[in-house]
T-cell receptor, first 113, second 113 residues
Framework: GENVEQHPSTLSVQEGDSAVIKCTYS??????FPWYKQELGKGPQLIID?????GEKKDQRIAVTLNKTAKHFSLHITETQPEDSAVYFC????????????FGGGTRLMVKP | NAGVTQTPKFRILKIGQSMTLQCAQD?????MYWYRQDPGMGLKLIYY???????DKGEVPNGYNVSRSTTEDFPLRLELAAPSQTSVYFC????????????FGPGTRLLVL
């Protein structure tokens, strides 16, 4: 089955700096890669996603890049703000019966004011 | 729309007890999922359903059962609770195939002592 690894597990940045979180996946048939943000005591919320036919996608301060050959994808957050502090999860799925997501282990991002 | 709702928010169980975690969605989504999240870890899929009357196992189904008698509800049953089932449980739903975004509930924190 699919295996998703995520690095780093914790990341501390100064407000205004950029943050990058990286994920690798094992199943070359995976074709959908979402990123979720989880705030303390809440369920994960989708912040951006990318499909395998696209190399990069951007939404304001957030961008995701995908390298299918190397089987890795990354989340980039620019001009970080204290409210970006949360746990971020990457995930991958393929076109199977339930389009099941396999999640990475998570990255705790701390933005220091 | 309330989205995905889960009850209870928190529960303490004794070893060997049983309970049902409730999940409901009001978005008329076909797909529903149950995940568990252990401390500092990513989410692991327990069971999923692609429609009323259809359920299937995920990565970690042992010790759990589900049913899907309606589109809206997807309860998770724990029989003979064990300390290893101490976790936070998240329910999620998704629209039809081709719309991959999963929407998560707020979670149920379960402690088995």
């Amino acid at each position: 089955g699919e295996n998703v690894e995520q690095h780093p597990s914790t990341l501390s940045v100064q407000e205004g700096d950029s943050a990058v979180i990286k994920c690798t996946y094992s199943d070359s048939a995976s074709n959908y890669f979402p990123w979720y943000k989880q705030e303390l005591g809440k369920g994960p919320q989708l912040i951006i996603d990318i499909r395998s036919n696209v190399g990069e996608k951007k939404d304001q301060r957030i961008a995701v890049t995908l390298n299918k050959t190397a089987k890795h994808f990354s989340l980039h957050i620019t001009e970080t703000q204290p409210e970006d502090s949360a746990v971020y999860f990457c995930a991958a799925s393929r076109n199977n019966a339930g389009n099941m997501l396999t999640f990475g282990g998570g990255t705790r991002l701390m933005v220091k004011p | 729309n309330a989205g995905v709702t889960q009850t209870p928010k928190f529960r303490i169980l004794k070893i060997g007890q049983s309970m049902t975690l409730q999940c409901a969605q009001d978005m008329n989504h076909n797909y529903m999922y149950w995940y568990r999240q252990d401390p500092g870890m990513g989410l692991k899929l327990i069971y999923y359903s692609v429609g009323a009357g259809i359920t299937d196992k995920g990565e970690v189904p042992n010790g759990y059962n589900v049913s899907r008698s309606t589109t809206e509800d997807f309860p998770l049953r724990l029989e003979l609770a064990a300390p290893s089932q101490t976790s936070v449980y998240f329910c999620a739903s998704r629209d039809i195939a081709g719309k991959e975004t999963q929407y998560f509930g707020p979670g149920t924190r379960l402690l088995v002592l």
